[in-house]
């Protein structure tokens, strides 16, 4: 009698876990057809039901909805964080235990996705919205993975077109009327509410794996600045100097990262805070002190461990 209770509690929980589920099965019906808003609903009030916490469904259209509904001319202006909120919850589903099987299941979804914010990210570049475009770039290249299934033949995908932002390294005369004006005073506006943000959390103490103005390491630090504009990074110091643009020391300017090693390991950044042809200085976590400002080219110590400078910004 145990075993045969057994059995079928073990039947119940399979059933549950991965066979079909008919307000799963609404949600993706609704995606396809097109109705967002109720996509959205429906999957906010399956997750706030707890026997829906084994499912990574929900919090999938969640964030696919939201992305649909990121550029939306009703539905944006009242959400104007959907475009975050999506990312954020994109995020959350990656973190489930099935997100692999999931995003194989749902490849074609996915694929069609990135074929979306691919087209949204050229648009909003096209009308010099440059801190969502930078936003969904950075999505694309670091979150946005498309599992394909074994065995799976399609035609050759279209490759990513490169998207080269408008931008020059000398800022043009305003009574020109040069459409690059706003472009390259709105990049500058970014790297100046990168630097405040990161100046406001001067004097927060050193903490290891610290990632909130609680206390910071040096790669939650930075994490934490750049996120509050949008800007996803890797955790790890490393990962961050792989993820983006090398460039020159000399050409180093405000909001731009900076790194230093250790023998041949990457084991600091910080954020670069002198404009070019300025010395290098940065803002950063030190173990001993917290979040500091720092003159690298007169302090011995990190001058002799800078790696190189990287850039996120155009």
Request: hydrophobic share 35%.
């Amino acid at each position: 009698m145990k075993a045969g209770l057994l059995i079928f509690v073990v039947l119940l929980f399979t059933s549950m876990s991965f066979g079909q589920d008919k307000k799963i099965d609404q949600l993706e019906v609704l995606y396809s057809q097109k109705h967002y808003t109720k996509v959205l609903r429906k999957a906010n009030k399956l997750l706030a039901i707890p026997d829906y916490d084994y499912s990574g469904m929900p919090t999938f259209y969640k964030s696919l909805a939201l992305f649909r509904l990121a550029s939306d001319v009703e539905y944006n202006p009242r959400h104007p964080e959907s475009l975050e909120k999506a990312i954020e919850t994109y995020i959350q589903f990656l973190a489930h235990s099935k997100a692999n099987i999931y995003s194989k299941a749902h490849y074609f979804e996915i694929a069609a996705l990135k074929r979306y914010l691919i087209g949204l990210e050229k648009d909003l570049t096209a009308k010099k919205e440059l801190k969502n475009a930078i936003i969904i770039r950075n999505f694309l290249e670091n979150q946005l993975q498309t599992v394909r299934p074994s065995g799976l033949q399609l035609p050759q995908e279209q490759k990513q077109e490169e998207i080269v932002y408008p931008i020059k390294n000398k800022r043009p005369n305003k009574t020109h009327g040069n459409n690059e004006v706003y472009a390259e005073e709105e990049i500058m506006a970014l790297r100046s509410e990168i630097i405040s943000t990161a100046n406001a959390q001067l004097g927060v103490p050193y903490k290891w794996a610290g990632t909130s103005p609680k206390g910071f390491d040096c790669s939650g630090y930075t994490g934490f600045v750049y996120n509050s504009q949008g800007i996803q990074l890797p955790r790890s110091a490393a990962a961050q100097k792989e993820h983006i643009e090398k460039i020159k020391i000399s050409e180093a300017r405000e909001g731009d990262l900076v790194f230093f090693k250790s023998g041949s390991k990457i084991t600091h950044v910080g954020i670069v805070t002198s404009a070019i042809n300025e010395p290098l200085t940065m803002i950063h976590a030190s173990t001993s002190s917290g979040i500091i400002t720092t003159n690298i080219e007169t302090s011995k110590y990190w001058r002799g461990k800078l790696a190189g400078v990287g850039r996120i910004i155009p």
